[in-house]
């Protein structure tokens, strides 16, 4: 059977009808079990474990729960920490996306490998990583406090700082990618044109890797959504300052699961509808 | 001079260095087998190719090969245009200005104004992908010419067309080529863009100039094989004593009174075939062997091997009457008023 | 090859050691629950995340004195270890840091009645060097002094509450660490003046953290209770490991560790 319909497709001209397919049966018919098996496969595993959390949410009391102002208070904390970290992220990302793409210097190889540390490291490490460096006794973090008066843990801006050391690592890879994907005639094109290297960057390069760029940016985002590790280890846990969603489901475990579970869903909801509506937005405009 | 420049690059195993002499107006064409290094040369021109120190290109008395691309007063046009994807028509062509330091405003008028004059003024808000091949290529056109460049560069500017559009663009590039009052080079390997866009061709081969001269010389004098095979003349080094050359073995009478080493070259159709050796036996005659066949506009061209190898084109009547098959001996003879031999 | 991973070599443990030092946190999840169907010789123990160091040692005593018989740890938040419990691991032995948390437990009729085996007051813990000149309860009202404190979802918070409320006094900490471990890292690493932990955490800290008793810490005895699992897989087994924690023998270990007997 597989075979006379792979003769079929070969059929000139059929596909510039712009008619829909007579029989859309077939077209399934031809799809190849080895991939689609294995493909639905994956998608259960993925949205299973949602849907867990879908059933036994306690739907009756969901609603005086959502009120509670701790939860609108630690939404509010992980979207805005999420979201200025993704910022952080594509300002220091980017330039360095294309360094490692664009810049041949000894070493490379290793500060690539270094840039995906955060991926490897557990979170609750990178957490510890950061004191070191960057709390009241790290090393950079000594001297913060000293010469402004600056300390990092227990503050909403430490919650920053740890959501983008972890999150970091997908910007810079997806960047990384577009930018050796990216066809560097047309820099040079622009070049000719009189274009300083900034304008060449800021006016040809960036557009031409904006989907990788934003691609880049909802895995950052959603990655300093859901940080938990370095984040709890880091600013550690404070209603309203540092306690972030994530914080709170952990907490909120330890006594009352169905309020883990109601943030969780809270959480997941939210990061679905943004990222759903994103991405259509993106999608529409190119 | 508006442009003088020696181009030496240097690569491994493979070496450019050739002069280049292009006056204020004129239009010369790199003309060149692939590999050549043409678009070598025309990239070491726009400073996208480091050139080694030997390297010096002047334009208008000022050295431009200290310049980075983006100081040269150039505007390229390349092979497959790289008009900017996210840009529109009308935009792609503002961008010179624009890094000139010119206003939005000003520059999109300046684009404006461009895109008119390539006759696309309707499609300025088009997309790169929206527009047709030619179009494209008049953008490209348009936005190199935005800049108000002193050299104009053109890598294969009409290769990238079908047939019938190439046609059209052609005849329309040759037009703004000749309003454009700056130097112009223009690299091609299609030896009719050549003849009819430039003012004088410049032929390389292996990164180093062989040929060079107004589309006319070239044509009649070819210098090499492969220009040869361009203007379609088959072309022979030998050694004249008056009318007299010897072609290896073979002795040609040409209607040139030469001495000592020359190029003889006459055009495939002045090449007969016989069957048998024809009567009244013209001075130019030799045996041939048939090594192929094979159509050639409304000919037949006739590959011959023998004492030398040359193409000879008949009528397909002619070869009907012949019964030409490769491997078959034949006689083949030119008449010395076909040939036209000059000093090598 | 080897070089290049060496330079890695050196400097990863070292991160890996500091951070592990503080990583009570994160506890263990179902994957690293032992598998079901553990042989007859083989004791499986969940227990309270600061039992750590005690039950270690006992799990080696009672090695020994049974030939042939591996005792198997799974440490962690004793909440987190009760919903596991609950969700069906198998397990013979349950040791929790508060009778809270092993009552849910028994209420769920899992396992049989709790004995308590152990108790483990609060102290201020400070970095060694005391930077906020800290040496009483008072002390960490001050708004200058950065105090961590456990959430009170966990025992150590809950104890630390019981504490400060018995002695009247309110404290603003910059952080609710979610156990006792990641608090004392806290304090370790100077990133706080002073920490309520248990007596027992100070101890195993070994020198990098001073301790400060203070007299409300009575009011705020956390009791450790053990208990065996009604369905415990290795059955006699798992009665003679509590019987073990029970014994004198299984007192002195905790005391050095700085626990109280009941």
Redesign the interface.
């Known amino acids: 059977m597989a075979t006379t319909e792979h003769i079929r497709p070969v059929k000139p001209r059929r596909g510039f009808t712009g008619r829909p397919s007579p029989s859309p049966g077939r077209l399934s018919g031809r799809l190849p079990w080895m991939l689609l098996l294995p493909a639905l496969l994956g998608l259960a595993f993925l949205v299973l474990p949602l849907a867990g959390l879908l059933i036994r949410a306690p739907w009756p009391t969901l609603p005086q729960r959502l009120a509670e102002p701790h939860v609108l208070e630690a939404l509010r904390l992980s979207l805005v920490c999420a979201t200025v970290a993704t910022a952080a992220c594509l300002l220091l990302g980017v330039p360095l996306a294309w360094l490692l793409a664009r810049v041949e210097f000894p070493g490379r190889r290793l500060v690539r490998a270094l840039v995906t540390v955060p991926l490897v490291l557990p979170p609750v490490v990178g957490g510890v990583a950061l004191l070191l460096v960057l709390g009241r006794r790290g090393l950079i973090g000594q001297w913060l406090e000293a010469t402004f008066g600056v300390t990092l843990p227990f503050t909403t801006a430490g919650v920053i700082v740890a959501e983008a050391f972890v999150a970091m690592p997908f910007l810079v890879i997806s960047v990384e990618g577009a930018l050796r994907g990216a066809d560097r005639r047309f820099e040079e094109a622009a070049a000719t044109l009189g274009a300083s290297r900034w304008t060449v960057f800021r006016r040809v390069t960036l557009p031409m890797i904006a989907p990788g760029v934003v691609a880049g940016a909802v895995l950052c985002w959603a990655r300093a959504l859901g940080e938990f590790g370095a984040t709890i280890t880091f600013a550690g846990n404070f209603p309203g300052t540092t306690r972030t969603m994530p914080l709170a489901v952990y907490l909120a475990l330890e006594t009352e699961p169905e309020a883990a579970i109601v943030l969780s869903v809270v959480l997941l909801a939210v990061s679905v509808v943004i990222l759903a509506s994103l991405r259509d937005r993106w999608v529409s405009a190119s | 001079m508006s442009l003088r420049a020696r181009l030496v690059v240097t690569r491994p195993a493979f070496e450019l260095d050739l002069t280049l002499e292009v006056a204020p107006g004129e239009v010369v064409a790199l003309l060149g087998p692939n590999g050549a290094g043409k678009t070598t040369a025309l990239r070491a021109l726009a400073g996208l190719t480091a050139m080694t120190a030997a390297g010096r290109i002047s334009l208008d008395g000022r050295a431009l090969h200290t310049l980075p691309a983006e100081g040269r007063p150039i505007g390229v046009v390349f092979q497959d245009y790289l008009l900017f994807p996210h840009l529109t028509a009308l935009d792609n062509v503002a961008f010179g200005p624009r890094c000139q330091g010119f206003s939005k405003t000003e520059s999109r008028r300046v684009a404006a104004e461009l895109l008119e004059r390539v006759g696309l003024a309707d499609r300025a808000a088009a997309r790169p992908r929206e527009l047709s091949g030619g179009q494209a290529q008049r953008v490209a056109l348009a936005r190199a010419l935005a800049v108000r460049p002193r050299l104009l560069l053109l890598d294969e500017p009409l290769a990238a067309l079908d047939a019938h559009t190439r046609l059209e663009i052609r005849s329309r590039l040759r037009r703004h080529l000749a309003d454009f009052d700056g130097a112009t080079v223009l690299v091609t390997h299609d030896p009719l863009d050549a003849m009819v866009l430039a003012d004088r061709l410049i032929v390389i081969e292996n990164g180093t100039v062989v040929q060079q001269g107004t589309p006319a010389e070239v044509a009649r004098h070819p210098r090499t094989d492969y220009v040869a095979r361009l203007v379609g003349l088959n072309l022979y080094r030998g050694v004249a004593d008056g009318t007299r050359v010897r072609v290896g073995e073979l002795p040609l009478s040409t209607s040139e009174r030469l001495d000592g080493a020359v190029f003889v070259a006459f055009p495939p159709a002045a090449v007969a075939l016989y069957r048998s050796r024809p009567d009244g036996s013209p001075r130019n005659l030799w045996q041939a062997v048939i090594g192929g066949v094979e159509r050639h506009g409304d000919n037949v061209r006739v590959h011959l091997d023998g004492p030398v190898t040359a193409f000879a084109d008949i009528t397909p009547a002619a070869l009907a009457d012949l019964d030409l098959t490769p491997g078959l001996r034949v006689w083949a003879s030119v008449k010395a008023t076909e040939t036209h031999a000059y000093p090598a | 090859m080897f070089r290049r991973l060496s330079r890695w070599a050196v400097a990863l443990p070292a991160?890996?050691v500091?951070?592990?030092s503080?990583?009570g946190?994160?506890g263990p999840d179902a994957s690293t629950a032992p598998a079901a169907g553990a042989g007859a010789g083989e004791v499986t123990v969940f227990a309270a995340a600061s039992l750590t160091g005690t039950f270690t040692e006992l799990g080696r005593t009672f090695e020994a004195a049974h030939p042939g018989t591996t005792v198997k740890f799974n440490f962690g938040?004793s909440?987190?270890l009760a919903?596991q419990i609950a969700q069906g691991a198998p397990v013979d032995v349950f040791a929790a840091a508060s009778p809270a948390t092993m009552k849910t437990v028994t209420d769920a009729s899992l396992a049989g009645a709790p004995a308590t085996f152990a108790r483990n007051t609060l102290q201020i813990a400070v970095p060694k060097d005391n930077p906020a000149k800290v040496d009483d309860l008072a002390d960490l009202t001050d708004a200058k002094v950065?105090v961590?404190l456990c959430?009170e979802?966990?025992p150590c918070g809950a104890a630390a509450v019981k504490a400060l409320d018995a002695a009247g006094l309110k404290v603003t900490?910059?952080?609710?660490?979610?156990d006792v471990k990641?608090t004392l890292?806290?304090v370790e690493?100077?990133?706080?003046d002073a920490a309520l932990v248990y007596r027992t955490d100070v101890i195993a800290s070994a020198g990098k953290v001073t301790g400060i008793g203070f007299p409300e810490a009575d009011k705020a005895i956390n009791d450790y209770p053990i208990a065996t699992l009604a369905k415990a897989p290795a059955g006699d087994l798992a009665e003679q490991f509590v019987d073990l924690v029970l014994s004198q023998q299984g007192r002195d270990v905790l005391t050095k560790a700085g626990f109280e007997a009941p």
């Open positions: 991160v890996l500091l951070g592990l503080g990583c946190s994160g938040s909440a987190t919903q950065k961590a959430a979802q966990v900490p910059v952080t609710l660490e979610q990641a890292t806290k690493l100077g990133e706080v």
